[in-house]
């Protein structure tokens, strides 16, 4: 006898070939046609279409789809789309049936695998473990697959399948030492939570102002022995009156024994006063001393020039027309300088600096006349600078540049 022919899809088209069917025996002289049990997994996830693909070829490098595969499609228009495999190269797989249409680049899809279920000696069907009666229970802790077990006489080996209980904020926490189940209410909002106090028979009462309603019976509250009569304020009157505190110690008492005139004779105010002089300024010797706290702000000192400026002065000159466009030395200093004046007689723009001619400080137009006083912002410029001039650009045709410093 022959087997029937057929295709992987009804369109019957060209590209595809007709295929026998397979028969295998199933008894000493019965034969069946062959009908495949089986479910798919999942080999290769989230896969991409690539560029130029069409309604039976999808284009995809790499790809690990072989033939008998199903493509599952799991995004764009053609999702949810299951076609088998009719064949494969390095890069492409070619499809049975024809999509609607050719999915684009991008489009994710699966790939599905033919698995046949296992059954063990005993013809039970194999979920999981490979153990009898059905498998074992399984699940995946930190990326291994742990089987459930219950071990009666080894408490420690047990592995029970976990549930967890999460809340808004996360995981709940339950531990051992104290259940610790958080629970949180809250009044604000129009879904308030509410929450009674009582001792099982009366609630206690808050009032519209807040307050607790509450009733303190006091004459039976437990005070400790004797408090209330062991000492009132008038026993208390009665045993040590203010006029007995005043005859035990009275002012005139305390006063002989520790009088103002006793104190004051240990370090009387005239003593005290003739550790200092006459009031107004002081030399060190005829000064107190006076000790600065560690954490003391900053004081502000000013000093005027009269008082911080010497009287030694030196001057120094360079005719406008001996002025060139390189620096030429004005003065060069001997001291600490204090105070500098500057004056340009020239009929051109005159440069000047202050470190020998490496900067240009100041500029000086015709005519124009420049004091600087460092002595008044507590600064100097040290001995030894050398003060410089030149021209800026036009050579002076008259006058002179003059420099008078103080020290």
């Given at each position: 006898?022959?087997?029937?022919?057929?295709?992987?899809?009804?369109?019957?088209?060209?590209?595809?070939?007709a295929e026998h069917v397979t028969v295998s025996p199933k008894g000493?002289?019965?034969?069946?046609?062959?009908?495949?049990?089986?479910?798919?997994?999942?080999?290769?996830?989230?896969?991409?279409?690539?560029?130029?693909?069409?309604?039976?070829?999808?284009?995809?490098?790499?790809?690990?789809?072989?033939?008998?595969?199903?493509?599952?499609?799991?995004?764009?228009?053609?999702?949810?789309?299951?076609?088998?495999?009719?064949?494969?190269?390095?890069?492409?797989?070619?499809?049975?049936?024809?999509?609607?249409?050719?999915?684009?680049?991008?489009?994710?899809?699966?790939?599905?695998?033919?698995?046949?279920?296992?059954?063990?000696?005993?013809?039970?069907?194999?979920?999981?473990?490979?153990?009898?009666?059905?498998?074992?229970?399984?699940?995946?802790?930190?990326?291994?697959?742990?089987?459930?077990?219950?071990?009666?006489?080894?408490?420690?080996?047990?592995?029970?399948?976990?549930?967890?209980?999460?809340?808004?904020?996360?995981?709940?926490?339950?531990?051992?030492?104290?259940?610790?189940?958080?629970?949180?209410?809250?009044?604000?909002?129009?879904?308030?939570?509410?929450?009674?106090?009582?001792?099982?028979?009366?609630?206690?009462?808050?009032?519209?102002?807040?307050?607790?309603?509450?009733?303190?019976?006091?004459?039976?509250?437990?005070?400790?022995?004797?408090?209330?009569?062991?000492?009132?304020?008038?026993?208390?009157?009665?045993?040590?009156?203010?006029?007995?505190?005043?005859?035990?110690?009275?002012?005139?008492?305390?006063?002989?024994?520790?009088?103002?005139?006793?104190?004051?004779?240990?370090?009387?105010?005239?003593?005290?006063?003739?550790?200092?002089?006459?009031?107004?300024?002081?030399?060190?010797?005829?000064?107190?001393?006076?000790?600065?706290?560690?954490?003391?702000?900053?004081?502000?000192?000013?000093?005027?020039?009269?008082?911080?400026?010497?009287?030694?002065q030196a001057r120094g000159k360079i005719v406008g027309a001996a002025?060139?466009?390189?620096?030429?030395?004005?003065?060069?200093?001997?001291?600490?300088?204090?105070?500098?004046?500057?004056?340009?007689?020239?009929?051109?723009?005159?440069?000047?600096?202050?470190?020998?001619?490496?900067?240009?400080?100041?500029?000086?137009?015709?005519?124009?006349?420049?004091?600087?006083?460092?002595?008044?912002?507590?600064?100097?410029?040290?001995?030894?600078?050398?003060?410089?001039?030149?021209?800026?650009?036009?050579?002076?045709?008259?006058?002179?540049?003059?420099?008078?410093?103080?020290?």
């Open positions: 006898m022959t087997t029937p022919k057929g295709y992987p899809t009804q369109e019957k088209e060209d590209r595809l070939k000493l002289l019965q034969h069946g046609l062959d009908v495949i049990s089986h479910s798919f997994k999942r080999v290769k996830a989230s896969d991409a279409v690539e560029a130029n693909s069409t309604t039976t070829v999808i284009n995809a490098t790499a790809h690990v789809a072989a033939k008998g595969d199903v493509i599952r499609i799991t995004s764009g228009a053609l999702i949810y789309s299951e076609i088998t495999v009719y064949s494969v190269t390095a890069n492409s797989i070619t499809l049975c049936e024809k999509l609607s249409a050719a999915p684009a680049a991008a489009v994710t899809f699966d790939v599905l695998k033919y698995a046949s279920p296992v059954i063990n000696s005993l013809g039970e069907l194999v979920t999981t473990g490979g153990g009898g009666g059905g498998g074992a229970v399984s699940f995946t802790l930190d990326g291994a697959s742990q089987v459930v077990t219950e071990d009666t006489a080894v408490p420690a080996n047990n592995r029970p399948l976990p549930v967890k209980l999460t809340g808004f904020d996360g995981d709940v926490i339950i531990n051992p030492a104290n259940l610790n189940l958080e629970v949180q209410i809250s009044h604000s909002g129009a879904n308030f939570d509410s929450t009674r106090i009582g001792d099982g028979v009366d609630l206690l009462l808050i009032n519209g102002d807040g307050s607790i309603n509450a009733n303190v019976a006091v004459v039976s509250s437990a005070l400790p022995s004797g408090a209330s009569t062991e000492a009132t304020l008038a026993t208390r009157a009665s045993e040590t009156t203010l006029g007995t505190r005043g005859t035990e110690a009275t002012l005139a008492t305390r006063s002989s024994e520790a009088t103002l005139a006793t104190r004051s004779s240990e370090a009387t105010l005239a003593s005290l006063s003739a550790k200092f002089s006459s009031l107004g300024q002081k030399n060190m010797a005829n000064s107190a001393p006076v000790v600065l706290a560690s954490d003391q702000a900053a004081i502000p000192v000013s000093f005027s020039s009269a008082t911080s400026a010497a009287t030694l002025l060139t466009g390189t620096y030429a030395t004005l003065l060069t200093a001997g001291g600490d300088l204090r105070i500098i004046q500057l004056f340009n007689s020239c009929d051109q723009p005159i440069l000047i600096s202050l470190d020998g001619g490496t900067t240009g400080h100041f500029e000086l137009d015709a005519q124009e006349q420049f004091s600087l006083d460092l002595a008044a912002a507590q600064r100097h410029v040290a001995t030894g600078v050398v003060i410089s001039a030149k021209h800026d650009g036009v050579a002076p045709a008259s006058g002179s540049v003059r420099v008078s410093v103080i020290y």
